[in-house]
């Protein structure tokens, strides 16, 4: 079965909501271009909502196992099985909320670049960033959300989750460190420094790095 007309319109929603909050980040971006310029009808050939059994189907056929956030969606960043030249995403009908597509929708906008050097940082990282971006939208910050809107490795995601909010959150606090000791806090500068959740951004989006989230990611094992 195609998608619904709930299931376009659900899309259309999540990437307004994404544009409200990271449209500096996403506009322009192929995928979102894509995605609105699309006729209506033709929505799944980027967003693809499907029943349980074809979509495990999906997953195996990528070579994914049906585990963690994969349980209600997948996203095939590259588009390398079908699409070639953007991401596919595949949402889980039966299982999936409206969060799990703004989840979906992110990892698709992530940059390339990003999504390796998360990997050569730490293995929690794609996913707990992901996760923290959505619920930046959502605005949904209980772990109980979180259990329903997971399972398999939720724990892990739990935890990945939380470990990327303490990061955000010393963002501003976080202390210089050189040679293991921790300096005093230079002087303000004119112009405030960027935050963290800006530097998280640049990174996730553009695939732009800054030494702060170098020193941030650092902090946690
Ligand atoms: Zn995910």
């Not at 703004?102 to 940059?111: G, M, N, P």
């Not at 959300?145 to 892990?156: A, C, N, P, V």
């Not at 909010?165 to 501003?172: G, H, I, L, V």
Request: net charge neutral.
């Amino acid at each position: 079965m195609p998608n619904t007309r709930e299931e376009d319109q659900l899309v259309k929603q999540a990437i307004n909501q994404l544009s409200n909050l990271y449209g500096d980040y996403i506009l322009g971006n192929p995928f979102v271009m894509g995605v609105l310029g699309c006729p209506s009808g033709s929505l799944f050939n980027y967003v693809h909502f499907l029943d349980d059994g074809p979509f495990r189907k999906t997953l195996l056929l990528s070579g994914k196992i049906p585990d963690g956030c994969q349980v209600r969606g997948s996203t095939d960043r590259q588009g390398t099985r079908f699409a070639k030249d953007h991401s596919v995403v595949w949402i889980n009908r039966s299982v999936a909320t409206a969060g799990t597509v703004l989840h979906e929708l992110l990892h698709a906008l992530s940059d390339n670049t990003w999504y390796l050097w998360a990997y050569s940082k730490k293995p929690w990282l794609n996913e707990g960033v992901t996760e923290y971006l959505t619920r930046r939208v959502t605005k949904k910050a209980d772990d109980d959300s979180f259990r329903e809107d997971r399972s398999g490795t939720y724990e892990d995601e739990l935890a990945s989750l939380k470990q990327m909010r303490t990061m955000a959150k010393q963002a501003s606090s976080m202390p210089v460190v050189r040679n293991g000791r921790r300096q005093p806090q230079p002087p303000q500068p004119e112009q405030a420094p960027k935050s963290l959740r800006e530097d998280i951004c640049d990174a996730y989006f553009r695939g732009k790095f800054s030494q702060n989230l170098n020193d941030a990611v650092a902090l946690f094992g």
